[in-house]
């Protein structure tokens, strides 16, 4: 008779992995829906319907509150950082003087010694422990009992009796970066950004849902479209009216303002609000079984 196959020998005392991934064990992937995904009409740090937008020279947008904010509060960052910085080297500078004064009277204390050939000698450890050291025939070695037990106890766990490592404040950068492409970014960089809102009859909306149409074919803005934006008068289109219309001319179809190639910016398609930009939108979550339990320990990741 044939043995039975792991899947149906459930009379074992560990789990088979095909009853595992019946509870849940291993990755379990999905694919993000819309709720999931930023609209492109939609600051990149608040993550609402953006309110006077302004896009960098990559193609992300903002509102123009939330960008002011987030690099005044990049450069109070910075600021402080310098001062924190500053005041390190100031520290360090004070240290070295300290250590160089009292290398110097550790050798004007051995030329003393030298020069009076009865007195004891003392070891750079035993001085390096014991500031007070010796000094004349008749000076005594002064070291508290309380002391003394603090070098020679194994209580490392004590506070007293840790060793404290000093934290290094490394130079700070002093340019402010964009959040979320992390190269530098400037506010004289920044320019405003212009939506053709679809003012049709039928397509009329609130304030809180507008449709935005490009301004060259008429055709409503979506995720999956590309945008371009002309950083010369902040107008968008998408990337077959710019391409077959602004880049030709060199003026923008709707301000007739001249335009280069330089000027033409790709406006960054929405992701996931709490993700990276890009095309791969899948959710995945790597479940560990408990010991016995029967239930899982979620640890969810994303990649995008």
Same mark, same amino acid.
């Given at each position: 008779m044939?043995?039975r196959?792991?899947k149906n020998?459930?009379?074992l005392?560990f /789990?088979?992995?095909?009853?595992k991934?019946k509870?849940g064990?291993?990755t379990?992937?999905e694919?993000l829906?819309?709720d999931?995904i930023?609209? /492109?009409?939609?600051?990149s +740090? #608040?993550? @609402? *319907?953006?309110i006077?937008?302004m896009?960098?020279q990559k193609?992300?947008? /903002?509102c123009?509150e939330?960008?002011?904010?987030?690099l005044?509060?990049? @450069?109070?960052?910075?600021?402080?950082?310098v001062?924190?910085?500053?005041?390190q080297?100031?520290?360090?500078k004070?240290?070295?003087?300290?250590?160089?004064m009292?290398?110097?009277?550790?050798?004007?204390?051995?030329?003393?010694?030298?020069n009076?050939?009865? +007195? *004891?000698?003392y070891?750079?450890?035993n001085?390096?422990r014991?500031?007070n050291g /010796?000094h004349?025939?008749?000076?005594?070695?002064?070291t508290s009992y309380e002391?003394?037990a603090?070098?020679?106890?194994k209580a490392?766990?004590l506070?007293?009796a840790?060793?404290e490592?000093?934290?290094?404040?490394e130079?700070?950068?002093?340019s402010?970066v964009?959040? $979320?492409?992390n190269?530098k970014?400037k506010?004289?960089t920044?320019?405003p950004?212009?939506?053709?809102?679809d003012?049709?009859?039928?397509k009329?909306s609130n304030?809180?849902?507008r449709?935005?149409i490009?301004?060259? #074919?008429?055709?409503t803005?979506t995720?999956?479209?590309?945008?371009?934006?002309?950083?010369?008068?902040?107008h968008v289109?998408?990337?077959?009216?710019?391409?077959?219309?602004?880049?030709?001319?060199k003026?923008?179809i709707?301000?007739?303002k001249a335009? @280069?190639e330089?000027h033409?910016?790709?406006l $960054?398609?929405?992701?996931?609000g709490?993700?990276?930009?890009?095309?791969? +939108?899948?959710?995945?979550?790597f479940?560990?079984l408990?010991?016995g339990s029967? +239930?899982?320990?979620?640890r969810?990741?994303m990649?995008t």
């Amino acid at each position: 008779m044939p043995q039975r196959h792991s899947k149906n020998n459930n009379d074992l005392a560990f /789990f088979t992995y095909d009853e595992k991934r019946k509870l849940g064990y291993g990755t379990q992937k999905e694919r993000l829906g819309k709720d999931s995904i930023k609209p /492109f009409d939609a600051c990149s +740090l #608040c993550l @609402k *319907p953006f309110i006077d937008p302004m896009s960098c020279q990559k193609g992300h947008l /903002f509102c123009k509150e939330c960008i002011l904010e987030c690099l005044l509060s990049q @450069k109070k960052d910075i600021q402080r950082r310098v001062v924190a910085h500053a005041t390190q080297q100031k520290q360090e500078k004070e240290e070295e003087e300290e250590r160089l004064m009292l290398e110097k009277a550790k050798e004007l204390d051995a030329f003393d010694q030298q020069n009076h050939g009865a +007195l *004891p000698q003392y070891s750079d450890r035993n001085y390096s422990r014991d500031k007070n050291g /010796f000094h004349g025939a008749n000076s005594v070695k002064v070291t508290s009992y309380e002391e003394e037990a603090l070098r020679t106890m194994k209580a490392f766990w004590l506070p007293s009796a840790t060793p404290e490592a000093s934290v290094k404040v490394e130079a700070p950068s002093t340019s402010t970066v964009c959040p $979320e492409g992390n190269e530098k970014l400037k506010l004289k960089t920044l320019f405003p950004v212009q939506f053709t809102e679809d003012t049709s009859d039928h397509k009329k909306s609130n304030n809180l849902d507008r449709t935005y149409i490009c301004p060259s #074919c008429k055709v409503t803005l979506t995720n999956t479209m590309s945008l371009v934006a002309l950083s010369s008068c902040g107008h968008v289109f998408c990337k077959k009216c710019a391409d077959r219309f602004v880049a030709v001319d060199k003026v923008c179809i709707v301000c007739n303002k001249a335009c @280069k190639e330089r000027h033409m910016v790709n406006l $960054e398609k929405g992701g996931t609000g709490f993700a990276g930009h890009g095309d791969h +939108l899948e959710a995945r979550d790597f479940k560990h079984l408990g010991s016995g339990s029967g +239930l899982g320990l979620v640890r969810p990741a994303m990649k995008t």
